[in-house]
């Protein structure tokens, strides 16, 4: 790190102050003059057809200005970024309780919550779909037309039947996984707004405005160039931002009253309307040697994908990318299904279907340690994938592979040093319990090959020598705008503190893809660097005419050029700006654009396998279990992090301890509970996330600095595997203080009570 002045280093965010001190303005605090509010009319029903929708009582309501159904929709009535198969405003079928059947705007939020309610709907219910297993079958009611599944991915790689013959041990479990909300602090919030040229912006949370601003042009037949999507600040998204929500029910409430209308959802609406983690059944038969080495593996996996497809097909994808571990594999058989139920919508969230399987892996080669009695770090060593090993679906890993580096590390945590010494049982309290548990795992960065990843940035040089980077990433807490602004610091020479950012805006960015897939910091930033350096080039051009010397005979430091070998030649950024605007009239402005590296081979019929880059990390945990009443309580945690080479110490250990207490929740409390397609938990009485009080003493985070050749200054992103392994450690922490093994998460205190009365 010693060679860069703000790479590595812990640069104060960005956003901090305004976010502190309640100056920022989020979406849900957005108001303008004539400001109408918005509500959306929700089925009664998870599955039943539409015959007849009456708004004529909503729209007799005084101070009602509209009330929109699916005739209103001018364009598609759809959405979707993969598939465009759910509906703006359902027409003839509802396919679970959230769906939207008709909107109102109205003057005041109450009056519009009152003509919502006015809207009467006659429905006739149809037979449920509640199991993805079942669902599959023949006979199984029919949530689309065309069947329930989705998406069916299979990979075979060797003869998994004749290596289990070979197999000195043969490990076997199905193993579940719960439906997880993103809880985000913001719910979907958000105006449309017609502007004076007949542009329509529209200001909602999200996580690509450009997709947004695609997918509302054939929804509301607009020109994309007719519609402005402002999609930062956000207030929290994990994915659940990824597909659109309201943006579409705001576009057209706006169209129809010619006035600007919000729309903020309740907590409620919020759970009940939008996407979850992938609940997952996954079967898992695990062959190895008595040497520890891993000889096979057959999977089995039922991903709920709930009403609508949203991302269900890439999450599947990436679980069986995953299935297998960042283990060496020749003999795999992994079947895939994503299906269709009458549960709610399942979609993008943290790990993008990496956190399930790991769980099950990570399981699996907790037993197979214990089975042979080989410690748990010395039977991964032995099978970890290192740099140049083909994948367990077939790719060869060109990019670095920090597995054994993190291994490495993990030996090298306060946890495992005194992983030996912890009191197995309380003295006083001989009912508490201890263990300690480990996890490993690796998370592909981008979006893979086969789809379009790119990276675009805006750069603009500033009156004062400072500079101005637009990139249509999105910062949802992450830290990613702090990450930019060192970027640019550090390629133009300049202070931190003369670089702002503009994030999401269709306007004032370029494209650079999606805020997911861990791929923020390598896409975003490598395009900044790109486009540094062709501003570097102007202005160094321009400062060696005004020095009247050589390009070659300059170099740059904390905003000035430097004539080399005389330091007291010189001439600073700001002076070059004048000098711009005095003889051109204006600044200059470069663009960055790049395409994302991808694998030496394309897997057929699963689009965007296999990924090129990934992240690796290990996730160990401390926990205490009270064998009275089942519940665990995570003491201590720490996490080993391969992501190359760090841009923000700050940033990154912010999000392995967010990332580790998000893990900590999915593992033993965090599940929506849905029953014949009604939802149970609907708000954080019910639904329980894990507080402060809740999180670890202590959160231990250890980079591991294996530096990627393709990333900016040899970064990779790591925001999705600081969660995906945390559930499993904690899992096999549980096991190692009472013995019982699960393979249900959440570990509930009921679901662990009742382990232990077994």
Known sequence: MGEYKYIGKSVPRVDAAEKATGHIKYMSDLSFPNMLWGKIVRSKYPHAKILKIDTSKAEALPGVVAVVTWKDVPGLNGFGIVVPDQPVLCEDKVRY????????????????????NLVEVEYEPLPLVDDPIKAISEDAPKVHEGGNVHLHTKIVRGDVEKAFEEADLIVEHTYYTGRQEHAFLETESGVAKLEEDGTLSVYAGSQYPQRDQMQLSRCLALNPRKIHVVSYPVGGAFGGKDELTIQPILGLLALKTKRPVKIVLSREESIISYWKRHPMIMKYKTGVKKDGTLVANKVEIYADTG???????P??????EHACGPYKLDNVYIDGYCVYTNNGVAGAFRGFGVPQVTFAMETQMDIIAEKLGIDPIELRKKNALRRGDVSPIGNKLTTSVGTVAVLEGVKETDLWKNKDKIEKVDKERPWIKRGFGFALTYQGTGLGIGLPDYGGAVLRFREDGGFIVGVGI?????????????????????PVNKVSVILGDTDLTADSGPTSASRGVYTGGRAAIIASKRMMKILKE????LLSVSPEDLE??????????????????DKIAMEFLKTSGHLPQ????FLMPIADIKIKDAFGLPHHIFAYSGHL????????????????????????????????????????????GYGLMEDVKIEKGIFKTVNFSTYIIPTVKDAPKRIQTVPVHDPEETGPYQAKGIAETVMVATAPAITNAIHSATGIRIFKIPATSELIYNLLKE
């Open 542 to 545: 321009k400062a060696a005419e």
């Open 307 to 313: 009403a609508y497809a949203s991302l269900g097909g």
């Open 590 to 593: 470069t663009e960055g654009y």
């Open 315 to 320: 999450v599947l994808n990436l679980a069986v």
């Open 97 to 116: 309780i959230g769906d939207a059947v008709a909107a109102v705007a109205a003057e005041t939020k109450e009056i519009a919550e009152k003509a919502a």
């Open 621 to 664: 945990a401390l926990v205490e279990v009270n064998t009275l009443t089942g519940q665990t309580k995570v003491l201590e945690g720490a996490e080993v992090v391969d992501g190359g080479i760090v841009v923000n110490r700050q940033g990154f250990e912010a999000q392995v301890e967010g990332g580790y207490v998000m893990g900590m």
């Open 556 to 573: 740059a430091e904390g905003g000035y050029f430097y004539v080399k070998n005389q330091p007291d030649v010189s001439i600073s950024y």
């Open 474 to 494: 999105v910062d949802y807490g992450q830290g990613t705008g702090t990450s930019y602004a060192q970027i640019v610091a550090e390629a133009m020479k300049c």
